[in-house]
């Protein structure tokens, strides 16, 4: 059951051990972990408080010898402390409070989690530390006193995690003596207790966990301790409650405790996340990333491809349909219907005028609206034939989005012709044909461009690139400096010949640009010139015209007088004057009249005969007189009409064909912009394109790149407590054979091609992306630990018990102990809990009941996990294996922290300390100097029948106790000592210790011992 837990570092290498479990935790699922809560107890050098920012606080170093500076002396700071105890009691009171009452437990509760009543207190510090020495047991009191009058209801736990000096950087003899000397102190009151209330005395701790460097410094090995501390304090608590020994071992109580912890885990998510940023990485870099070759073939076949670009049919047909709608020519000429009559040329001219504003205003006007639709549907057509070919080109290759970019480059290179490698090389791409439709018109407005500089400066780079290749292949040949200078030389004239190429051809087509503006206003003045001309000359014509018609009328009017004069008046007047006359004669004379009558009757028909050749005769004369003096004059007359009237019609046809040429050719410059303005476009529109995949293809590597440090995060390696059951060697094993079973092609076949890949954002392609790689692998993340040592897949049999006896190993005690005395404390013995799924409790029991008959095995939720937790419960404080150690550096350290006290006896038992022979043979060495059977040579060497032993007594002593090669001089020295006399032997003793001024405060005890044991009053 979850117990709220209280942390408290008593100082900052403590800190920073619980701020780094703290981070530990998180990995941790179990409730425990979040009832968890971590103080540090912070001084100033004046005033004490409880911190939970641990990282403030906290000193990473680890290092023992930065802190030997900064230590007060153990009374100074217990002074201190019991002056500060009163507000610390208050800070400590709403510090126990939140232990039961914080949002974690809150929480927990709201979610039908059982909370122990029961608390657990530890107190973490470094027993070197002189700051902790000085307020850990002040500290116990104040909670055992809070608990035992604030807190009665709560039943508690108070355990102490004690940091060894082997843990650190830098411990040096003082630290071991100084850990020594506060185990002795721990030891006398664990065994004495601690006043808590007048008359009640309790033992400080609960239990006493000890860690040491088992696995190396806390500096280099921080993440394992802490994982270590975290399943310590997360597996199970109510299973970590731990009873001291209530029998003594050899008079020492067995108030000290170990433990070790060790995970093996599969972790699941780590493994996908690794499989999948690596599937997704290769799919990009596989089928997105390769690079394009730039081989000169290469190149070539892309110089051919931008040409098949611009000659092809969709290129072609799609300009052809910029001037028709619905299939139809948009252009319609101007052609009224206004007939032209004589007399009428002004009243036409004006109609035509009229007309010609209507036709620009409104039907030209709609050409060029028709003109404008045409070219948003040819840029629309160019554009997405333009799409379709890179799609085609991504499509087709994995390396298609590279060659798709370069094809965009050549088809929107301003200096194409700086790519061939032949002269008359005719390489074409949209800039050569947006200079084509520049000088569409040229031929009609009389342009000639003059490209004679640019193609000579083009043969001449021709003609380098040809000898710098030979030079190349000569000198890959052969090396020689002579060609090889000179291949320098090219290269700089070839560099100065393509700049002043790229300088004549700016100017060439800044000069052409200039040149067609003038021509095109030239070109609109001809035409209004033109229509001015056919006015003026309709006008003249019409003049001429109504001039020949005048005369035509004078003419006619001429000819029907003639015609009344010699046809009707002549021939009336004739008659009228022989009708006169008959009636005259017959007035006068009627026989006359009679015999006339007679003889014109008689002769009738000679008179009828004479008088239709006499008018006959008059009409001849009448005839030819027309013929000659009216009738030729009407006819030139007529003829001059008619000539003029054809002149008039044939001017009024070519002023509206100057009028429709004038329109016609704002229409055709209109076009020509639209043409060139739809090439601009497209040209833009392929800069775009080759913008977004060049952005494309970088978002693509950054994704990658991305990619690959997400799998490199998504490491398997945590730290030497916390396993995992496939390492990264594993997981990428794995991944190779994976791939032959699933190439990265499918992505592109089944999620997104290549075509569609520049189409959208990085971040869409990404979410695409990520789900398809995890989803190749998301039947890992429910597999179990068992089911994953099974699968030979993902772990070979070998690597798995390889993997499960690993976990046993990391496990260990974190503190090494001696193997003896077991036999008089069976609750020492290692007891080891192993948590495993229940699904594969009893795979994993069997394995592991191999090593250890008192495994006990439990069953855990997480099916993913497998955690055991190794103790070592109640056992002595002598039972350290470097306890020795720690005492001999106790005795040897002269330090104000060192106090020593006779009450409080020493953590090993004498029968069995190896420090007794140790001081035995100090002992020993100081009795041979003291009478003599040791002399010091000149330079301060101790001899023994002219044998050197050394200047250092200390070494020398400790030579005599532990060296094979010095027993039978260690024996010799015995026996001569025990050959003197006591008395002589302790006035000898005095001597020495009143002469001796080099002797350190240890010879001086053991001076002390000597003269006690030698006096001749004991």
Not at 255 to 273: D, Q, R, V
Not at 557 to 572: A, C, D, G, M
Not at 805 to 831: F, G, K
Request: glycine share 4%; proline share 2%; net charge negative.
């Amino acid at each position: 059951m979850p117990k709220p837990t209280i942390l408290l570092a008593l100082d900052p290498h403590s800190a920073a051990f619980c701020a780094a479990m703290k981070r530990q935790l998180q990995e941790f699922p179990a409730t425990q972990s979040c009832l968890i809560q971590t103080y540090t107890l912070t001084w100033d050098g004046q005033t004490f408080s409880f911190n939970s920012e641990l990282d403030r606080f906290a000193d990473t170093s680890f290092d023992l010898a930065q802190t030997h500076s900064k230590q007060a002396y153990v009374s100074k700071i217990r002074t201190q402390f019991s002056e500060a105890t009163g507000e610390l009691q208050t800070a400590l009171i709403e510090l126990l409070k939140t232990a039961s009452q914080s949002k974690e437990v809150l929480a927990a509760k709201r979610q039908g989690v059982e909370i122990s009543n029961s608390h657990q207190v530890y107190l973490m510090l470094s027993v070197s530390n002189q700051f902790a020495k000085g307020v850990v047991f002040d500290i116990v009191r104040l909670i055992r006193w809070l608990f035992s009058n604030y807190f009665v209801d709560i039943p508690y736990s108070l355990e102490a995690l004690l940091l060894l000096p082997g843990l650190f950087s830098q411990a040096k003899t003082a630290d071991y003596g100084a850990a020594y000397a506060f185990l002795k102190e721990l030891d006398h009151k664990m065994t004495s207790g601690v006043v808590i209330k007048a008359a009640q005395k309790v033992a400080p701790f609960d239990n006493c966990w000890l860690m040491d460097g088992r696995i190396g410094g806390l500096r280099d090995n921080l993440p394992s301790y802490a994982d270590a501390l975290a399943g310590f304090l997360t597996v199970e608590p109510e299973t970590n409650g731990l009873l001291i020994g209530v029998q003594k071992v050899r008079g020492k109580i067995p108030a000290y405790s170990s433990f070790g912890y060790g995970e093996l885990f599969f972790a699941g998510e780590t493994t996908i996340n690794r499989l999948s940023a690596a599937l997704a990485a290769d799919i990009i870099m596989e089928q997105f990333l390769p690079k394009a070759e730039f081989t000169p073939e290469a190149i070539r076949k892309c110089l051919l491809d931008a040409k098949g670009f611009i000659l092809s049919e969709d290129f072609s047909n799609a300009f052809l349909g910029l001037e028709r709608n619905n299939g139809k020519p948009v252009w319609q000429d101007f052609n009224p219907r206004l007939e032209m009559r004589a007399g009428q040329a002004q009243e036409y001219r004006i109609e035509l005028q009229r007309a010609y504003r209507q036709f620009e205003n409104k039907e030209l006007l709609s050409y060029k609206r028709t003109l404008e639709n045409c070219c948003k549907q040819l840029q629309a057509t160019l554009t997405a034939f333009l799409d379709r070919t890179i799609n085609r080109y991504a499509d087709a290759t994995p390396r298609g989005l590279h060659e798709a970019a370069r094809l965009l480059n050549i088809l929107t290179f301003l200096y194409l012709e700086l790519q061939t490698d032949a002269i008359g090389d005719q390489s074409q791409n949209l800039v050569t044909e947006l200079r084509a439709a520049e000088a569409f018109l040229d031929s009609r407005l009389q342009v000639t461009i003059d490209h004679e500089a640019t193609q000579k400066l083009l043969n001449q780079i021709v003609s380098l690139k040809l000898q710098q290749q030979q030079l190349q292949d000569a000198l890959a040949q052969r090396k020689s400096e002579e060609q090889l200078q000179e291949l320098q030389t090219t290269q700089k004239q070839l560099e100065t010949a393509i700049a002043e190429y790229r300088q004549a051809l700016n100017a060439e087509i800044e000069q052409a640009r200039q040149i067609r503006f003038t021509a095109i206003a030239r070109a609109r003045e001809q035409a209004e010139a033109a229509i001015v001309v056919a006015q003026n000359h309709l006008t003249a014509i019409e003049n001429q015209l109504e001039t020949a018609t005048d005369k035509l009328d004078e003419l006619l009017t001429e000819e029907n007088r003639f015609r009344s004069q010699y046809l009707i008046v002549y021939p009336t007047l004739v008659t009228g004057a022989l009708f006169a006359l008959l009636i005259i004669t017959g007035i006068f004379s009627q026989s006359t009249l009679w015999l006339l009558l007679q003889k014109f009757w008689a002769n009738l028909v000679t008179y009828l005969l004479w008088t239709a050749v006499t008018i006959l005769t008059y009409l001849g004369i009448v005839w030819l007189k027309y013929s000659t003096n009216i009738r030729d004059r009407i006819q030139k007359v007529q003829k001059q009409l008619k000539r003029l009237e054809s002149t008039v019609k044939a001017t009024a046809v070519e002023l509206r064909r100057n009028y429709n040429e004038q329109l016609k050719l704002e229409y055709d410059l209109y076009a020509q912009n639209l043409r060139v303005e739809a090439l601009n476009y497209l040209i833009k529109t392929a800069k775009q394109r080759t913008e977004t995949l060049r952005q494309t293809l970088a978002d693509f590597s950054e994704i990658y790149n991305n990619l690959v440090a997400q799998r490199d995060q998504a490491t398997t390696k945590f730290s030497e407590t916390r396993l995992t059951v496939l390492t990264d060697a594993d997981i990428d094993a794995y991944y190779q054979s994976f791939l032959s079973t699933l190439p990265t092609q499918k992505f592109t076949q089944e999620q997104v091609s290549r075509s569609q890949s520049w189409k959208i954002s990085a971040e869409e392609f990404q979410n695409q992306l990520m789900p398809f790689a995890r989803q190749q692998f998301e039947q890992l993340g429910n597999l179990s630990i068992g089911k994953v040592l099974k699968q030979s897949d993902l772990i070979a049999a070998n690597t798995a018990n390889l993997r499960l006896n690993q976990l046993y190993d990391s496990a260990n005690l974190l503190l090494r102990i001696q193997d003896i005395d077991t036999n008089l404390n069976p609750t020492s013995q290692r007891e080891i809990t192993l948590w495993v799924g229940a699904k594969d409790k009893e795979q994993v029991f069997a394995f592991y009941s191999r090593f250890s008959r008192s495994l006990t095995a439990l069953v855990a939720e997480d099916e993913q996990r497998l955690c055991i937790l190794t103790r070592s419960l109640g056992f002595p404080a002598y039972f350290l294996s470097q306890i020795e150690y720690y005492r001999d550096c106790y005795e040897r350290t002269q330090s104000e922290q060192i106090e020593p006290d006779e009450n409080v006896f020493d953590l090993i038992p004498e029968e069995i300390g190896s420090g007794r022979e140790l001081k035995l043979a100090y002992q020993t060495l100081l009795l041979a100097i003291a009478l003599g059977l040791l002399s010091q040579h000149s330079q301060g060497d101790y001899q023994f029948k002219g044998r050197s032993l050394g200047k250092d007594r200390e070494q020398i002593a400790l030579a005599l106790a532990t060296e094979f090669t010095l027993e039978e001089l260690y024996g010799g020295l015995q026996e001569r000592i025990e050959t003197f006399e006591r008395d002589f032997t302790y006035h000898k003793l005095q001597e020495f210790g009143t002469s001796a001024s080099d002797l350190n405060l240890h010879e001086r005890k053991l001076l002390d011992h000597l003269l006690s044991d030698y006096n001749p009053l004991n």
